[in-house]
């Protein structure tokens, strides 16, 4: 029995020390193993932080540059709308009627012969709203404007206001009276077919610019008194310069009395009508569709507008008056609305003489 419990005892502990040998190599190979996985994946993970801190900055700069390559983009998208605005604005500069009515509109110059209107209001006293004054009589005194103390008109309203003396004031001090104006005209001029010029009308066309004319390619309308009043011109002049302008008024007269209708403000009027007016605008944008359509009839302008403003504004009305005259009548109805508005400007008989010099009754008038 003694012996039976040594020998148990003794297989006893050599399992415990089996077992105990058993989980120390266990222990051993874990712990290896463990060991070679963390270092592995900080190895990796060394590898991963080494080219996220290489690829961080070429990442910034790529981001940084197609934010900047976006940014150029929109600038160039802009400097080219501004060299198309530039361009345009460049054309219609060339353009005469354009530069006679930026003159007249923006430093008051008149043309030779031409008759001056101004307007002044007179201050208005706190209850009462201010109001538009009427332009004066002929020899009522107005030294209160600015205007009386630069023009003979002030001059002979000083004159005028200052006390009698018993002697009489300079001829130059004296205020000039004004003609009649002439009357409305019941029916507009006839149209008349396009005709080449000749030499008399290139004549009569110089003298009625104070110029040789350029580009001209045919008389389009002729006035009741038989000289041109409208002129048809190249696409390009002979220098290669685009010209958009068709149809040129020629008749000093006539464009007078437009000058007069565009200083009252029509220009604004028929403005504002086209953006409440649906069929209006959209008879004037098929005459916008007719004046490039017979412009390019002769040679195609690419990018240029047609001419006057056309097709959602009023710029120039002289424009709009030589295309109604060209075209006749129903094609560009703001055309033949300012038609309507003219004097006959025709009935004092031709603004030049067959032989190139002025009518006595313009520099009369003048």
């Known amino acids: 029995m003694p012996a039976d419990r040594e020998r148990f005892s003794t297989a006893t502990r050599l399992k415990a020390l089996g077992e105990h040998a058993a989980a120390r190599v266990y222990r051993v190979r874990t712990k290896r193993r463990r060991g070679r996985l963390t270092g592995r994946a900080a190895l990796l993970a060394l590898v991963v932080c080494s080219l996220v801190v290489a690829l961080a900055y070429p990442m910034r700069q790529y981001i940084s540059q197609r934010s900047d390559i976006v940014k150029q983009r929109q600038e160039a998208q802009r400097a080219r709308e501004d060299v198309k605005k530039l361009r345009?604005?460049?054309?219609?500069?060339?353009?005469?009627?354009?530069?006679?009515?930026?003159?007249?509109?923006?430093?008051?110059?008149?043309?030779?012969?031409?008759?001056?209107?101004?307007?002044?209001?007179?201050?208005?006293?706190?209850?009462?709203?201010?109001?538009?004054?009427?332009?004066?009589?002929?020899?009522?005194?107005?030294?209160?404007?600015?205007?009386?103390?630069?023009?003979?008109?002030?001059?002979?309203?000083?004159?005028?206001?200052?006390?009698?003396?018993?002697?009489?004031?300079?001829?130059?001090?004296?205020?000039?009276?004004?003609?009649?104006?002439?009357?409305?005209?019941?029916?507009?001029?006839?149209?008349?077919?396009?005709?080449?010029?000749?030499?008399?009308?290139?004549?009569?066309?110089?003298?009625?610019?104070?110029?040789?004319?350029?580009?001209?390619?045919?008389?389009?309308?002729?006035?009741?008194?038989?000289?041109?009043?409208?002129?048809?011109?190249?696409?390009?002049?002979e220098d290669g310069t685009p010209f958009p302008t068709l149809y040129y008024l020629t008749c000093p007269r006539a464009a007078s009395a437009i000058g007069t209708l565009e200083a009252e403000g029509v220009m604004k009027e028929m403005t504002a009508r086209l953006g409440t007016d649906p069929e209006l605008a959209a008879a004037y944008r098929a005459a916008h569709e007719d004046y490039i359509a017979r412009r390019d009839a002769i040679e195609v302008l690419r990018g240029f507008p047609s001419a006057g403003g056309m097709p959602d504004r009023v710029k120039c009305l002289h424009v709009l008056v030589a295309h109604s005259l060209a075209a006749g009548p129903g094609v560009n109805p703001l055309g033949d609305e300012a038609i309507a508005m003219l004097p006959e400007w025709w009935r004092k008989g031709p603004c030049v003489s067959p032989c190139g010099t002025d009518d006595p009754s313009r520099e009369e008038s003048a």
């Open 88 to 237: 345009e604005r460049k054309a219609r500069l060339r353009d005469p009627a354009y530069t006679e009515q930026q003159a007249r509109e923006r430093l008051h110059f008149l043309m030779p012969g031409r008759p001056a209107t101004a307007w002044w209001t007179a201050p208005a006293s706190p209850s009462t709203p201010p109001t538009r004054a009427r332009p004066a009589a002929p020899g009522t005194p107005t030294s209160g404007t600015p205007w009386t103390r630069r023009t003979r008109r002030g001059r002979a309203a000083r004159a005028a206001e200052a006390p009698r003396s018993g002697r009489r004031p300079h001829p130059a001090f004296e205020p000039k009276r004004r003609r009649r104006a002439f009357p409305l005209m019941d029916t507009p001029p006839p149209q008349t077919e396009p005709t080449a010029p000749t030499d008399a009308d290139i004549h009569a066309v110089r003298e009625q610019l104070n110029r040789v004319p350029r580009g001209l390619r045919a008389i389009a309308h002729r006035c009741p008194c038989g000289n041109p009043d409208v002129v048809e011109t190249a696409p390009r002049l």
